[in-house]
């Protein structure tokens, strides 16, 4: 691994899922910490380097979906539906609606099971999951999600 570390992606995943306390944050600068805990992810994810995973069947147990998203709704009360183009689809696509809770309770779940990995000392199969899922699945809700908040800050001022 170059770069980066067990305890570096911990302390990135560490910092978001703090940001999801259920305490209403409305202000731009509470905005702003969202935005730099997201690049905070993604630098983690560019610094680590991938590796195979030892375990691929020992899967961590589903977080509730249902109250991590009430929990990260009442954290960003002004965040809601928003936009975005699906970049593959051609130069002919509708919009799709996403919406930012979502996008932040998906990020959480899959940065839950990579915590779950760490914690049980499963440092090779933590850093797979964490490079895995950031390209199939909350990779795609961060940076849509980045970008909403992007055109929220710009529209702030």
Known sequence: MTGSSPDSIRAAIDNYLGLLD????TEQ???RKLTLALDRLVSEYQKTEDVDAIDEEADA???DYESL???AGASYPTLGYYTHIVPDKGMNVEPALADAIDDLTDIARDLHEV???LD???VTDAI?????NYQIHWGVHLHNLRTYLHSAAIEAR
């Open 22 to 25: 259920g305490e209403p944050k």
């Open 120 to 122: 049980r000392g499963r």
């Open 128 to 132: 797979w999951h964490f490079r895995f």
């Open 115 to 117: 915590l779950w990995h």
């Open 61 to 63: 147990p589903s977080t």
């Open 69 to 71: 998203y009430r929990q």
């Open 29 to 31: 600068r509470e905005l």
